[in-house]
């Protein structure tokens, strides 16, 4: 296993064991973290401190079942602005921010200003949440995308 470089930081290999047993489990015990890793308590915990202070741990979250919760239809939505202005967009991404059902928003290159992950229950769901998107000022033109299948969901990026 190579060491990971990034910001002029180095991470060695127990690192990289502690961050990949985190995100397969940010519930476990330290007493556990450090028996999975063959560390004891203590230097476990500073590591795992130091990692939070770097930033390499942003912090802890449940993964909460989307289809239970808000349905089970994933719509891509790419939206186009009128003009590319900086008002625009700042516009633009805080009605966006206030609109509970769309779960994660990306600035773009190419044809599309912004691409949109949006969950709802059923078309009927996706016609309300369109209309909220509609009525954003300056938007110009939407296009969205049914996913049919997820094939791949990570929880975290590679470690």
């Given at each position: 296993?190579?060491?990971?470089?990034?910001?002029?930081?180095?991470?060695?290999?127990?690192?990289?064991?502690?961050?990949?047993?985190?995100?397969?489990?940010g519930r476990?015990?330290?007493?556990?973290?450090?028996?999975?890793?063959?560390?004891?308590?203590?230097?476990?915990?500073?590591?795992?401190?130091?990692?939070?202070?770097?930033?390499?741990?942003?912090?802890?979250?449940?993964?909460?079942?989307?289809?239970?919760?808000?349905?089970?239809?994933?719509?891509?939505?790419?939206?186009?602005?009128?003009?590319?202005?900086?008002?625009?967009?700042?516009?633009?991404?805080?009605?966006?921010?206030?609109?509970?059902?769309v779960v994660?928003?990306?600035?773009?290159?190419?044809?599309?200003?912004?691409?949109?992950?949006?969950?709802?229950?059923?078309?009927?769901?996706?016609?309300?949440?369109?209309?909220?998107?509609?009525?954003?000022?300056?938007?110009?033109?939407?296009?969205?995308?049914?996913?049919?299948?997820?094939?791949?969901?990570?929880?975290?990026?590679?470690?």
């Amino acid at each position: 296993m190579n060491d990971i470089l990034e910001n002029g930081g180095k991470l060695d290999r127990m690192d990289v064991r502690i961050l990949r047993t985190l995100s397969g489990d940010g519930r476990i015990s330290w007493r556990d973290l450090a028996e999975r890793i063959g560390l004891s308590l203590t230097p476990t915990l500073r590591r795992v401190k130091r990692l939070e202070n770097d930033g390499y741990i942003e912090g802890y979250t449940a993964i909460l079942n989307e289809e239970k919760i808000a349905g089970r239809i994933s719509v891509f939505v790419f939206v186009t602005l009128e003009r590319q202005a900086e008002a625009t967009m700042s516009a633009f991404e805080a009605a966006v921010e206030k609109l509970p059902h769309v779960v994660s928003c990306y600035m773009m290159t190419g044809r599309s200003d912004y691409l949109l992950r949006v969950v709802v229950r059923d078309l009927d769901h996706y016609q309300v949440v369109l209309g909220e998107l509609t009525r954003i000022t300056d938007v110009a033109h939407i296009q969205s995308s049914f996913a049919l299948k997820a094939v791949v969901q990570r929880p975290s990026v590679p470690i």
